[in-house]
């Protein structure tokens, strides 16, 4: 259903009706396709076991790769006309602070993928992990920092400063260096100028924050760049959809920190999918998984009514969720690597 129709037909007494905000525009555009089909298939599995509280869950496909004005009076809209009773979803940090402006106190409101940490309004879940959770396996993983040299990258929003902070700290904690902090507005990535700078600088890591498009750009450019061989990505916004745009890597030195994979067969959840839609439907990443598992963690933990909102962010976060693992991309798979 769209906005407008979910504007226009109120809700029946045995509908839980949800505002599924995911960006089908925007840098995130890409991640679209798999977001929809995994949240279909929660819709059906939730549904099959009785819906939430009791009534049969349906979903309202909010666009949020807009402006966050634009996607936040979306949003306000369905909340304030009693059009939704939730909103889950993933898009860029600066739409989700707008849009728990005006779902605080209403209905909950449940944000799937990584996040930049701090507190939340009354009534907002928090499902992915925090900079601190993501960064800590890549320090493990690739041998700590004592010694190396990392220059951070990221578009110009909250979240990459947040994650840089964090990682400042527990970089020059761990003894090494950081030789800059880059940040590129949306769409105006120049890969040619950008990966001339980082070369100058001989860093022996660059901490990638960009999203979506802009990360797929630069790695493309990366893969046929001097830095090839030289300098190690870790990415904290990459998952298999962000591969297939640009083909794989085989470089051995492109790393994802995420707490899901594709490449993870353990718990039925891609047999699942495929058995519903097919082996050519679109290959889910982690923020597609992240749809899903929010539809399934709000059917578990939904509150009752606006009083129930103060235990909601809890509830979901004591909620099972997979560890934060670095993978290294292997074509187009992420394969998690152990521990040293």
Do not use: K
């Amino acid at each position: 259903m769209d906005p407008l129709d979910a504007l226009l037909t109120p809700p029946s007494r045995t509908e839980y009706r949800l505002a599924l905000a995911i960006p089908t525009s925007g840098q995130l555009g890409l991640t679209a396709p798999g977001a929809l089909t995994t949240a279909e298939l929660a819709v059906q599995e939730v549904n099959a076991h009785g819906g939430i509280r009791g009534r049969e869950l349906s979903l309202v496909l909010v666009d949020a790769g807009g402006s966050p004005h634009m996607v936040q009076a979306q949003v306000r809209d369905l909340v304030h006309a009693g059009a939704v009773q939730a909103v889950v979803g993933f898009h860029t940090s600066d739409v989700h602070r707008a849009i728990e402006q005006v779902t605080a106190g209403r209905v909950p409101y449940l944000f799937t993928p990584p996040h930049e940490g701090g507190g939340r309004l009354l009534g907002v879940g928090l499902l992915g992990p925090g900079p601190r959770e993501q960064l800590a396996p890549a320090l493990e993983s690739l041998g700590g920092t004592r010694g190396r040299r990392w220059v951070l990258v990221g578009n110009d929003y909250i979240w990459p400063h947040r994650f840089h902070a964090a990682a400042t700290d527990m970089i020059r904690a761990t003894g090494g260096d950081i030789v800059d902090c880059i940040y590129v507005p949306f769409g105006e990535l120049d890969p040619e100028l950008l990966i001339a700078r980082i070369s100058a600088l001989r860093p022996d890591f660059a901490l990638l924050t960009l999203i979506g498009r802009d990360l797929a750009t630069l790695n493309r450019a990366w893969a046929v760049s001097p830095l090839r061989g030289r300098v190690g990505r870790v990415c904290g916004a990459l998952d298999e959809t962000g591969l297939l745009e640009i083909d794989g890597d085989d470089s051995g030195e492109l790393f994802a920190s995420m707490d899901w994979f594709a490449s993870d067969l353990d718990d039925g959840f891609l047999d699942r999918y495929r058995a519903r839609w097919g082996t050519l439907a679109p290959q889910p990443g982690v923020y597609a998984r992240g749809c899903y598992d929010g539809l399934h963690t709000l059917a578990a933990v939904a509150p009752a009514d606006a009083a129930g909102l103060e235990a909601f962010a809890q509830q979901v976060a004591e909620h099972p969720r997979p560890r934060v693992r670095l993978a290294m991309a292997d074509g187009t798979r992420l394969v998690a690597i152990a521990h040293p």
